[in-house]
């Protein structure tokens, strides 16, 4: 049974931004108790954790636009997602690059979550 | 037994650049018969084939300059990585930002390789 990893990772992607970009408290459905997020080298474990993260962001609106997300299958029967993108805050003019991996697991029920989140803003 | 999984992570990066910016043909040896690469959306399996891709690249000389990676364990004992940089080919005087996530796993006699491996140039 070959999973079309690449097809997940792109309504993933498509997801979790508009889930982001409306109502980003909404995401801590899409962790679990052992996820792991590391925000600009900030980490925090665990989905109501990560949550509290994202929404103590110091901005109010937030638009996310990503290039084709780029996927491949892991050991654990998982996926690891690459996504570059842009975003604009606020009445910022000038959008900021980003750069996010996930690795996306699934839990018993074969429902896929984010088990690994890393964010970085693309300045170097 | 806890993994210093970002020593490891550090201690990886720096010698898969240093390797990459001067034989990259070494960089073989990271990579085992199971190993992904996904090059700007190319995708290689297999150490020999990625070696190939990567030897085949259209420069002469590269640079490779990179931020503190960030990393996280994986539920199979790996280890996810995420580099954002900048490199510089040949005679180029405008440095190339990028961005590259990579899982990294052990084979049964203990030693890190490269499973997942994600490269992309920075522009959107």
């Not at 792109?10 to 508009?18: A, D, E, G, R, W």
């Not at 996820?35 to 962001?57: D, R, Y």
């Not at 050991?75 to 009445?91: A, M």
Request: net charge negative.
């Amino acid at each position: 049974m070959a999973t079309d990893f690449q097809g997940i990772a792109t309504q993933f992607v498509t997801h979790y931004y508009s889930t982001f970009d409306t109502d980003r408290k909404n995401l801590a459905g899409l962790y679990r108790e052992n996820s792991m997020l590391t925000f600009e080298g900030t980490q925090q474990l665990g989905a109501a954790s990560i949550a509290e993260k994202l929404v103590s962001l110091p901005f109010r609106t937030v638009k996310h636009e990503f290039a084709e997300p780029h996927a491949q299958p892991t050991p654990n029967g998982g996926i690891i997602i690459l996504v570059t993108g842009q975003l604009k805050v606020d009445e910022e003019t000038q959008p900021l690059g980003y750069t996010q991996a996930f690795q996306l697991c699934q839990d018993p029920a074969g429902q896929w979550f984010v088990y690994n989140d890393i964010f970085k803003l693309s300045i170097f």
